[in-house]
């Protein structure tokens, strides 16, 4: 089993920035492919950004392209989710998410509907 727990929401203004980070607990994290969903009121979960089991490789949803970034430290135990020139339409509550191993080795960065673990949530509010 693994717990996950999501810091450094908070509200700021359109075009400022925040970081998320998540670590895990229970068991480590490196084994596991790692992502990032958001849920706004009155919409669906929305799964917005995820990175790879082995390597680097990262997908990101179209509306955050080139405003977030993903990524893991060395011990890949924590991840990071950098938010630059945040826009209201951002506002919701993020989850961390972990996805267990495929059983072989693959560097392609994990499919929406493989993660099975999330965390409680932060949110993140942006004011225009």
């Known amino acids: 089993q693994v717990q996950l727990v999501e810091t450094g929401g908070g509200l700021v203004q359109a075009g400022e920035s925040l970081n998320l980070t998540c670590t895990g607990s229970g068991r480590t994290l490196d084994n596991y492919a790692l992502g990032w969903f958001r849920h706004a009121p009155g919409k669906e979960r929305q799964f917005i950004t995820g990175?790879?089991?082995?390597?680097?490789?990262?997908y990101y949803t179209s509306s955050v392209k080139g405003r977030f970034t993903i990524s893991r430290n060395g011990a890949k135990d924590i991840l990071f989710l950098q938010m630059n020139s945040l826009k209201p339409e951002d506002t919701a509550v993020y989850y961390c998410a972990a996805a267990p191993p495929r059983g072989y080795a693959d560097y392609n960065p994990p499919e929406e509907d493989e993660f099975r673990y999330w965390g409680q949530g932060t949110q993140v509010t942006v004011s225009s």
């Open positions: 990175i790879s089991w082995i390597g680097d490789s990262q």
